[in-house]
């Protein structure tokens, strides 16, 4: 997608107007509209179209004016008009003509700020995502034809720089969203690995672990979800060290499933397939860390990815089997499926122990029960810092991504003893499924402040109500991440 900041529209295919709830015409909306003697106005109010958001109204070729089509988008009430009422416009506005046949999309955003300029764009980028690789054929009537943004800016030079900071997280979320619509037989831990070293183009540091060190280091419950993979485990270690030198880094560890059959412990076929996505977790991980890079963040970060396909086969693990985590404390791996947490187990120790990190933050789809608890427009957040769990909670409504603080009891510690082992791998039957899982990534974190969101309910969406998230792969963390980055972590 092209994207263009310019002084006026000019000739254009489309011509997008905010338009107020009440039907008030924002930016050069009223000197279009006196132009063509007033065919924006009657066309509003022989309509139902008030200005609500995610409501449009195209008015074509109007006498007067040099545009094929204007677009009223609807922006809700002028009163509480903040940057996601301002996404949702742009967005709704790139959909509602994306199929037109027209090639450029012009969007006035005259009497917006440059980073209100700058984030319609960022808005309709994110609206415009699309995973077709693996189409060999696509009906003209459903090929997009948009191929240029072109926003309405006062000062388009100002719009430009503060597009330079945006841009970065557009492609950190796309690069995310990629990975996560992925199958699984072209995405396992070992092409993921190699998708992420490629980013050390972008600046970052890159480091991959394969079994042979994985095994020599000790990372036995990671390893023991792979056993029944035909395909190798992976670790990958990402820096990016933008911050002072030898400043303590913050850390992000992803749990990275690239296929989830539940291995012997298998799920039932209705649905497997969406557990392709399981490895949102990781690339939520990557796109912050993509998005770091991107816009050269002051901060130090390190982001750690466990990658395996769990599988059932000879060689996989059998519920019953106890397994010697990295962390020295012994694993009885009751439920295979609840493979997540023995992947974080060890990802979640080794980064405490080798990086020392301010804090350690996880991304996972951890649990069903979360999709239970909370539907699903709400990740959960379980923390033992309030400070931590706070910085996160505060980004999210900033970026459209909702999240929800959960507990994390003590009492329910009993629930995972186990009678062999020092701890077992699922809790007290169905209850409280997602807290028991977190209550056991708690007992690997040494008593690093930490914070672990359970992104099962918003990896992936089927029926999205979100114009600048498209059904399919979210790339659901990556900008509140690189919010709560921005906001608080940076020098
Ligand atoms: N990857 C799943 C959780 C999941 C379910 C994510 C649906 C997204 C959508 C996880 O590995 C899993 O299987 N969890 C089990 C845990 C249980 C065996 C204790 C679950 O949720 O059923
Ligand atoms: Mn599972
Ligand atoms: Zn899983």
């Known amino acids: 997608m092209k994207i263009e900041f310019v002084a006026s529209a000019g000739a254009a295919e489309v011509l997008a107007v905010l338009v107020h709830e009440g039907r008030v015409l924002s930016g050069r909306g009223p000197e279009v509209d006196t132009a063509t003697s007033g065919a924006l106005t009657k066309a509003m109010t022989a309509s139902r179209f008030t200005g609500g958001t995610n409501n449009t109204l195209a008015v074509t070729a109007p006498a007067g004016v040099d545009a094929g089509t204007i677009l009223l988008s609807g922006a809700g009430e002028a009163g509480k008009f903040d940057d996601l009422a301002l996404e949702a416009a ?81 492609d950190a979320v796309e690069f995310s969203r990629d990975l996560v619509s992925e199958p699984a037989n072209v995405l396992y831990p070992v092409e993921f690995a190699k998708r992420v070293k490629a980013l050390e183009k972008l600046g970052l540091e890159v480091e991959i672990l394969g079994e042979k060190e994985l095994e020599k280091l000790g990372f036995n419950t990671l390893l023991a979800v792979g056993m029944g993979s035909r395909r190798e485990s992976q670790v990958v270690v990402m820096k990016w060290n933008g911050g002072k030198k030898g400043d303590q880094p913050i850390a992000f560890v992803g749990k ?43 901060v130090n970060v390190v982001g750690v990815l466990g990658l395996v396909e769990n599988m059932p086969d000879g060689a996989a693990q059998r519920p019953g089997d106890v397994v010697m985590s990295l962390s020295g404390q012994s694993v009885e791996v009751i439920n295979t499926d609840a493979e997540g947490r023995l992947v974080l187990a060890d990802c979640l120790w080794y980064t405490q122990e080798r990086f020392k990190p301010k804090f350690m933050l996880d991304l996972a789809t951890l649990t069903g029960a979360m999709i239970v608890a909370l539907g699903l427009e709400y990740a959960g957040v379980f923390s033992n810092s309030d400070e931590l769990a706070n910085n996160f909670l505060a980004a999210g409504p900033k970026v459209g991504e909702n999240a929800w603080r959960m507990p994390i009891p003590a009492a329910y510690e009993r629930h995972i003893d186990s009678p062999i082992a020092d701890v077992k791998n699922t809790g007290n039957g169905r209850a409280g499924g997602s807290i028991t899982a977190a209550l056991f990534l708690q007992r690997f974190t040494n008593g690093t402040p930490w914070a672990h969101i359970d992104i099962a309910p918003t990896a992936w969406v089927k029926d999205s109500k979100n114009p600048t998230v498209p059904d399919g792969a979210v790339g659901w963390g990556v900008r509140t991440l690189d919010r709560m980055v921005a906001d608080n972590y940076e020098s």
């Open 256 to 298: 990275g499933v690239t296929f989830d059959t539940g291995g012997i412990s298998i799920k039932p076929a209705d649905g497997m397939e969406d557990m392709k996505w399981d490895m949102g977790g990781s690339a939520a991980v990557v796109g912050l860390m993509h998005a770091l890079a991107g816009r050269k963040a002051k």
């Open 90 to 170: 742009a967005g709704a506005a790139y959909h509602a003509v994306k199929l037109s046949g027209a090639t450029a999309l012009t969007i006035d955003a005259y009497s917006l700020t440059a980073g209100q300029a700058a984030r319609a764009a960022f808005a309709a980028r994110l609206a415009a995502y699309r995973f077709h690789k693996y189409r060999t054929t696509l009906k003209p009537e459903k090929t997009p034809s948009i191929e240029t943004i072109r926003v309405v800016a006062a000062d388009p030079r100002a719009a430009k720089v503060a597009w330079d900071t945006l841009s970065p997280v557009a």
